[in-house]
């Protein structure tokens, strides 16, 4: 099954934003929870995609160099991120 077949309709927008502000988001966020994803490639430099809500909105970004989490933030490592175009 392919996986936009797989894939449920999210009630809400998808914002890309810089890691700095993500980490302010998670600061706002009581008991943050944290999706995580490590894009390894063979051509390509590995990328670290994290995507967080907050106040009904999916907050996400990708970086190079993997963030530093505090301790009270919940993650879920996921296989593949998927964002439908």
Same mark, same amino acid.
């Given at each position: 099954?392919?996986? %936009?077949?797989?894939?449920? +309709?999210?009630?809400?927008? #998808?914002?890309?934003?810089?890691? @700095? /502000?993500? %980490?302010?988001?998670?600061? +706002?966020?009581?008991?943050? #929870?944290?999706?995580?994803?490590? @894009? /390894?490639?063979?051509?390509?430099?590995?990328?670290?995609?994290?995507?967080?809500?907050?106040?009904?909105?999916?907050?996400?970004?990708?970086?190079?160099?993997?963030?530093?989490?505090?301790?009270?933030?919940?993650?879920?490592?996921?296989?593949?991120?998927?964002?439908?175009?």
């Amino acid at each position: 099954m392919q996986p %936009q077949a797989r894939a449920y +309709k999210s009630n809400g927008a #998808l914002i890309w934003i810089g890691a @700095d /502000e993500f %980490q302010n988001i998670l600061a +706002k966020n009581p008991e943050p #929870l944290v999706v995580y994803f490590k @894009d /390894e490639g063979l051509f390509k430099k590995t990328a670290h995609w994290y995507l967080t809500s907050y106040k009904g909105l999916v907050f996400y970004t990708g970086i190079y160099e993997p963030l530093q989490l505090a301790e009270s933030v919940e993650i879920i490592h996921a296989e593949k991120f998927w964002f439908p175009e």
